[in-house]
């Protein structure tokens, strides 16, 4: 959600008493954390975020265009009725999360709106991959936020994408989204590169 900062220290007492919930489950959570790449356990020192650094997120959104290239390539002659209507209901959710200014709702259905081409395309190692990339696009996402300053994207932010994904030009379907995931992404990398200039951990 944005709410713990890269490279910041976590308190379990803290967030087991902000969340409710006992220290053995949340330790659990973390430890899947840290296997998924988003959190770190230093010996002697704790548990922290990940650091973000520019490259992180290259690595990370440049992955992504080509992994939605593909994905878009092999959901193509999949679509039927049943894809568009459940393209217009995860659009719907996001633009309600919007229209709500939740932050935290709008990624998650913004990402599983993004997540319906790799449902769609019949390719479970392609699936698993995207499983794995989206708990770091959620983070990167919530920093977008953070570097553009508003709680919130614009509500008509995917309307174009939604109708590529229903047209019949699937080239343009892809060159948009290649488009939409370098939106303000100089900004992102912009404040990813001010957040390395911080103090690192035990310094």
């Known amino acids: 959600t944005g709410q713990l900062q890269p490279g910041q220290k976590l308190n379990e007492l803290r967030i087991s008493e902000q969340m409710r919930v006992s220290r053995a489950p949340l330790r659990e959570a973390m430890r899947e954390l840290v296997q998924e790449g988003i959190l770190t356990s230093i010996p002697y020192a704790g548990t922290f975020v990940i650091d973000v650094t520019a490259k992180d997120i290259d690595d990370a959104y440049s992955l992504n265009q080509v992994l939605d290239e593909f994905a878009i390539e092999r959901t193509w002659p ?3 009725q049943r894809f568009f209507a459940e393209l217009d ?14 932050t935290t709702r709008q990624i998650e259905t913004a990402l599983q ?3 319906l081409i790799y449902e769609w395309a019949d390719n479970s190692v392609l699936l698993e991959t995207w499983q794995r990339l989206t708990s770091r696009l959620q983070m990167y996402f919530a920093l977008h936020q953070h570097a553009r300053n508003e709680p919130v994207p614009a509500e008509d932010v ?23 995931i370098n939106l303000d992404f100089e900004q992102l990398l912009s404040y990813a590169r001010s957040l390395e200039q911080r103090p690192s951990k035990g310094a």
């Not at 209901?89 to 939740?102: F, P």
């Not at 995917?158 to 939409?180: I, N, P, W």
């Open 158 to 180: 995917h309307e174009t994408y939604v109708q590529l994904m229903k047209g019949a030009d699937m080239r343009a379907a892809q060159r948009h989204a290649r488009e939409h």
């Open 78 to 80: 999949q679509r039927d």
């Open 113 to 115: 709106l993004h997540g």
């Open 89 to 102: 209901r995860r659009h719907e959710a996001v633009k309600q999360a919007t229209r709500n200014l939740d």
